[in-house]
Every structure is written in C-alpha cells, then in structure tokens.
C-alpha cells in the first residue's frame, strides 16, 4: 500500500490549504484542552494534551500522506485508549478528517477496511453496555458505521468532483487550442494567398522584362518578390509555433502598423491602392487589428489574382466602438451580376469578422468589386 501522488495546485489554493489544515489542528489542541481542563482531568499532561497535540500535528500533513496520518491517528487512539485512558470526546474530530482525505484517494478500500476495523474493536470494547442497555449499545455500533460510510461516500464524492473538474479545464484547453489552430489556419491561408498573389505578378514583370531585354526592371521585380517572400516566411514561421504544443515565443502577428507595408507591397505589383484612414487607429485594441489587417490582405489578394483591376480604395474608419473597413476595386466583378462564389479567402475572412461579432459582406458594386466589414471593437458594449 503506497501513498497516492498528489497533484501540485496553484499558489493561492496550497495557501488557503495550508492556512485550513494549521487552523484544524489548533482547533483540535484548544478542544483537547479545554475538555480536559473542564472534565478537571488529573494530569492533563499525562492524557489528552499529548493525544491532541499529537493528533493535531497529523492534520498538518494529511494532504502530503492521507494513509499514513489516518493510521497514525487510529492507532494513537487506540494506544491512548488501550493504556487506561477513556476515550476523550474530541477524538472523533480529527479521526473524521484523517478518513475523509484518506478516502479522496484511490486507496479507498484500505480506508474502508481500517474503519470496519474499528467499527469491529469498538463494538467489541463496548460489549459491556449490551447487557445493562442493548438500545444504547445498537445505536452506538449503529452510528459509527453510519459516521464511517458518510466519511467515505464523502471522500468518493470529493475525489469524483475534483476529477470532473479537472476534466472540464482540460476539455477547455483543448477547446481553446482547436480555436487558435482554426485561427491560424485562417492567418497562414491570408498570408499565402498574398505571398503568392504579390510574387505572381512580379514573377510576371520579371519574365515580361525579360523578354523586352530590360534587365534592370526584371532585377527590380524579382528582387521585390524575394522581399515579399521572405517577410511571408518569417510570418510562417511565428505562426506554425501556435500549431505545436508550446505556442512560447510566438512573434507578434501582423496589425495595423503593418498596413503601410501591405499596400507598398500592393502597389509594386501593380495595382494603384489608395489608403484613407479616419480616426485613431492606435486606439484599436490587437485582436481588432488582427482582422482589420487581414480582411485588408485577404481583399487584395484577391483583387491582384481574380479581379483584373488597376485601381484599389481602402477606406478605414476608426470608432470608440467599431471600426468599418471597405475595400473597392474597378475589376470586373461577377458575370452578369450573378451571386459570387465563395472560397477559401471569402470565407476565412467572413468567420474572423463574425468571431468577433461584427459583419462582412462582399459583391459587385457598379464599376467593380467590394468588401466592407463593420467589427465591433473588443470590450466596447455596442
């Protein structure tokens, strides 16, 4: 028979457990004493003090050795008892304690044999009082094996809601994990989408060039595709971290500091973007950000590879409570002004924007193609 592990809990809940067990135990050296010097025992030194103090100094360490401190316990009793003494009223006190933590661990069928051990002696020991009032003495068996199986149903029930507990925080980490990987998912299909729209059209001004035998614009060109691509690689990289078990040390995720970066990069593949901002936008809290960066992306990117535009206007409007982001193009939109066809980069940006409570919405428009997404602001109570 070995001592359950015990799991470490956090800082506030060993305080708080250690601040309990130190406050039972002085309980039960002030009971102790007080009965004895009330019942004017003789030599209260000699009897129930050191039981109490003994008895008391177990609960301190019942958490650390539960089997250990309930035999302790039963046994000093049965010593005290066995040497002469009576048995002193507050023993019940601590013996209850010491079953009911010994019971929240898997060794419960020891606990549950060392009190029908004791339920055996005590019956035995007052054998006595069956003669003279077999009432009492059926009421006395009767209530410590009561006393017993509450301790232990006690204990079983203690131990179960810990386990569902802990059962629950982990189902809510996984969850919360099975999120961030959605999310990132989401994060690396915007970056590559970009990546490959921005390199796609350099790649093509590079080969055009070529072709012309113009050298210097073709280095330009590839030598842009090698900066977007690197940057892209770096972003990869910072975000596959979330993907493994340790997300530590994940770098920061693109925002709105970004944006000059983004429409730069928009720009040099050809694409006349304009980029009207109203209102503060350091005041936007990150995970606002986030969205707004890559609803801003993700339109794009799909602007240089489908829309055949020449012209792009982003327009941001930052608010105490929402921030509304529209993206318009002078690309053809869909034929014959039917429906569009959602993918991959429609979509994702669709589910970030309505993670956050907000809406998006994308069609034609007369003269091309817009997304506009309204995102309310995170901890506003619009």
């Keep these: 028979m070995t001592e359950a592990p015990t799991r470490r809990e956090p800082a506030p809940v060993r305080h708080f457990t250690r601040i309990t067990d130190i406050t039972l135990a002085a309980l039960t050296l002030v009971f102790f004493v007080a009965v004895a010097l009330a019942t004017e025992v003789q030599n209260p030194w000699r009897g129930p003090i050191p039981l109490g103090l003994f008895l008391g100094a177990l609960l301190l360490v019942r958490r650390r050795w539960p089997m250990t401190v309930l035999l302790l ?6 010593v005290y008892h066995l040497t002469g003494h009576w048995s002193p009223p507050g023993w019940i006190w601590p013996a209850a304690v010491a079953y009911f933590t010994a019971a929240t661990t898997p060794l419960v069928r020891w606990v549950a044999a060392i009190g029908l051990a004791q339920l055996a002696y005590s019956a035995v020991d007052a054998r006595w009082v ?16 009561l006393l017993l199986a509450i301790l232990v149903a006690a204990g079983l029930t203690y131990a179960a809601a810990m386990r569902l507990r802990e059962r629950l925080r982990e189902t809510g980490r996984r969850a919360h994990a099975a999120e961030e990987r959605l999310r990132v998912s989401h994060e690396v299909h915007d970056i590559i989408a970009h990546t490959l729209a921005v390199v796609g059209v350099q790649l093509n001004v590079a080969a055009d060039a070529l072709e012309e035998k113009d050298p210097a614009v073709s280095a330009a060109a590839l030598r842009l595709a090698k900066n977007v691509r690197n940057r892209a690689m770096t972003d990869l990289r910072s975000l596959v971290t979330v993907l493994r078990d340790d997300p530590a040390g994940t770098a920061p995720q693109a925002d709105l500091a970004s944006l000059d970066t983004l429409i730069a990069d928009t ?8 980029l009207d901002e109203h209102g503060d936008r350091a005041a936007v809290p990150a995970v606002t950000a986030v969205a707004v960066h890559r609803v801003v992306q993700e339109s794009l990117a799909n602007t240089l590879r489908h829309a055949g535009a020449s012209r792009a206007e982003v327009t941001i409007g930052y608010r105490p409570r929402s921030v509304t982001v529209e993206i318009t193009d002078n690309g053809r939109g869909a034929p014959g002004g039917a429906d569009v066809t959602e993918g991959h980069g429609l979509t994702g ?3 970030r924007v309505n993670a956050l409570g907000g809406a998006l919405t994308a069609g034609p428009v007369p003269g091309g193609f817009a997304v506009r997404a309204d995102i309310p602001v995170a901890g506003s109570t619009a």
């Design 349 to 351: 940006m669709r589910e």
């Design 267 to 274: 720009r040099a593949a050809g694409l006349e973007v304009t």
């Design 130 to 145: 069956l003669d003279r009032n077999p009432a009492r003495y059926l009421i006395h068996v009767a209530g410590e094996g």
């Design 73 to 78: 316990s039963i046994g000093g009793i049965a």
